[in-house]
């Protein structure tokens, strides 16, 4: 070693130093969150169990398996609509065989009131239908349906109409429509948990199911349903119900919500809050539409005695009953080109335009007679478009109205006001039946019934929508809460999981 410090050799040389390793000290470069989120989406998308992450608040929106559930309830509206309209059959082809049982000199059968049973339990047990879907799922909901149509009609085949009136319409009419309630339900539910920005798709894709239901039930077994009689027809059924149970094995139910704070009415509707509800406009649809369903029900009910006492014949009734079919194809087609409004205040002002309409209509319809064949069917074509699209647009902001988490609840309480309207007005019916002008009052009063509705949802949100007030889009609303808890937690989760190898004890990386 000399005097400046080198290192000296063995010859007494002094040697500078060897050149000094360079050290690089940099900080680990911080995630990026949209790195977090593509890694989360691979994650989940590769997960086998990647189905039981979604839930009523995080909906799949898209994908394999929601578009199966979509054929699903395609297939249960086909179900519920065939066993409405075989059964609505069976008066249309019992009008003109009692003409000719009459003339025999033997008994004629009539049905009338155990369709009545039928179809007024067809609306009210969907609030049946919504509590116990909140605690075992509308999948179970739809299968027990399946086993309600299959013994209630399967059961009526071996019973005498003439001699148990009672048993008869408890079997077809309370068996048989709560079962199709619950495919009711579960169709329209499933639909609208599933989906955010594609609901109004997949919404007219399902109801095609209904489309093609009632298009089976007038057009193609009309005519094979004259040749048979009442216990063949109850026998029928029972193949909807098979169809009807395989269908409901692919509606996987999504997951509710769980109370945050524990209250007991939280708890009991499956719910995260009840503050998100807005109660006010829940009673003002709830009142709405029990309003609109005094009328609803009438139009198609009535249209066989109407047609009878017009002196329309068995080809001009099934002709005038297929352009009602054709007016439902017409409906779902027109809602392709509907704005996708997100307010819930210009959405029930267009329903209650559409209210008007069918009200204005149903008042010309005891002017049409005979001849006017042409006209009646364009009535009914126009009509069938309005009331689909009615019910289509109001499951489409069901959700943000109310909430996702509200879905089951509000499509329940909805069968429930349905179902009250169409008792009463079935009552009403038979009174205004006898009175003069028979069947013709009847079109009075349920054009009276749309008038109103449409009248009551037409002043009120033009009152408020003058005042200006807040309409909240509450299915976002109630996801984003959701959505930034789940991110938290699954970013906690990743890091306890998978630390990163490249952090050292200090925070450093190291690179020579």
């Known amino acids: 070693m000399d005097n400046r410090g080198f290192a000296a050799d063995w010859y007494g040389r002094s040697m500078p130093p060897p050149p000094q390793p360079g050290y690089e000290y940099s900080r680990r470069p911080e995630r990026d969150d949209r790195y977090n989120k593509r890694r989360r989406e691979s994650s989940s998308s590769s997960s086998s169990d990647s189905r039981a992450r979604w839930s009523v608040e995080i909906p799949p929106d898209g994908g394999m398996w929601a578009w199966v559930v979509v054929l699903a309830a395609a297939l249960l509206h086909v179900c519920s609509e065939l066993v409405y309209f075989v059964f609505y059959d069976t008066i249309v082809i019992n009008k003109y065989r009692n003409l000719r049982l009459a003339g025999l000199g033997k008994t004629p059968t009539d049905f009338y009131g155990e369709f009545m049973v039928f179809e007024n339990v067809r609306f009210t047990g969907e609030i049946v239908a919504a509590f116990f879907s909140v605690f075992i799922g509308y999948r179970v909901v739809a299968a027990a349906g399946a086993f309600c149509v299959l013994g209630g009609f399967l059961g009526a085949s071996f019973v005498a109409p003439s001699e148990e009136i009672e048993l008869v319409g408890f079997l077809v009419g309370f068996l048989g429509g709560i079962g199709v309630s619950f495919w009711r339900f579960a169709a329209y539910v499933a639909v609208m948990e599933y989906f955010r920005r594609h609901r109004m798709a997949a919404i007219i894709l399902s109801g095609m199911g209904r489309v093609v239901g009632i298009f089976a039930g007038y057009g193609i077994l009309a005519r094979p349903l004259e040749q048979l009689w009442p216990d063949v027809y109850y026998r029928c059924q029972c193949a909807m119900a098979g169809v009807a149970f395989v269908a409901a094995l692919f509606i996987r139910p999504l997951s509710l919500a769980t109370a945050r704070r524990g209250d007991g009415c939280e ?246």
């Not at 009602?324 to 409906?331: F, T």
């Not at 038979?430 to 069947?439: A, S």
């Open 267 to 512: 708890v009991f509707l499956r719910v995260r809050d009840t503050r998100v509800c807005r109660g006010g406009m829940l009673i003002f649809l709830l009142f709405v539409y029990f309003i609109y369903y005094f009328g609803e029900s009438l139009p198609a009910t009535e249209l066989v005695d109407w047609l009878f006492k017009e002196g329309f014949s068995g080809e001009h009734t099934l002709g005038i009953l297929f352009a009602l079919a054709s007016g439902v194809l017409l409906g779902y087609l027109l809602l392709i080109f509907w704005p996708k409004k997100k307010k819930f205040y210009d959405t029930m002002l267009w329903l209650g335009l559409l209210c008007l309409l069918m009200g204005l209509l149903t008042l010309q319809l005891p002017v049409f007679t005979a001849p006017y064949t042409s006209y009646l069917c364009t009535y009914t074509i126009v009509f069938a478009a309005s009331q689909v699209m009615f019910e289509s647009i109001l499951r489409y902001v069901i959700p943000i109205a109310f909430g996702r988490q509200y879905i089951r609840w509000v499509e329940g309480l909805l069968g429930l006001a349905a179902g009250g309207a169409t008792i009463a007005n079935n009552f009403i019916a038979k009174e205004l039946r006898k009175k003069d002008g028979g069947v013709d009052n009847v079109y009075y009063f349920a054009g009276a019934a749309f008038l109103a509705a449409g009248v009551l949802a037409v002043v009120t949100m033009q009152i408020i929508l003058c005042f200006k007030f807040k309409d909240r889009n509450h299915e976002k609303e109630s996801v984003e809460p959701v959505i930034q808890e789940m991110s938290r937690n699954e970013e906690l989760r990743a890091s306890r999981r998978d630390p990163s190898p490249a952090k050292n004890y200090l925070g450093y990386s190291y690179r020579a």
